[in-house]
Nanobody, 123 residues
């Protein structure tokens, strides 16, 4: 059974940092694309960062480019999202998802999802 578990969310002041983790079980991540999404209340779920584990290419939404970094720790079957210079508009539930198809930041392309972790940035 495939499971993705996110952790590392919390409350942080504007300008602060958090590191989210996405740990997979029941599946190896080699060859997958791991995508971080976020969903704020009343808004759609949007992709913010993607790491392709085929070629280690990364993609970022413009709203987080230069502030967020996605990386992998292979031995722990874990992908991280380092979030720096956080802003109140980054407040959302953050989800990780994976696909073994083409790398994409569209939610309909994902095959497995985690349950999410809340990130709250106070001003």
């Amino acid at each position: 059974q495939v499971q993705l578990v996110e952790s590392g969310g919390g409350v942080v002041q504007s300008g602060g940092s958090l590191r989210l983790s996405c740990t997979a079980s029941g599946v190896g991540l080699d060859g997958a694309a791991v995508v971080w999404f976020r969903q704020a209340p009343g808004k759609e779920r949007d992709g913010v960062a993607c790491l392709s584990l085929r070629d280690y290419s990364t993609y970022y939404d413009d709203s987080v480019k230069g502030r967020f970094t996605v990386s992998r720790e292979k031995d722990k079957n874990t992908v991280y999202l380092q979030m720096n210079s956080l802003k109140p508009e980054d407040t959302a539930v953050y989800y990780c998802a994976i696909t073994f198809g083409p790398a994409t930041m569209f939610s309909y392309g994902m095959e497995y999802w985690g349950k999410g972790t809340q990130v709250t940035v106070s001003s």
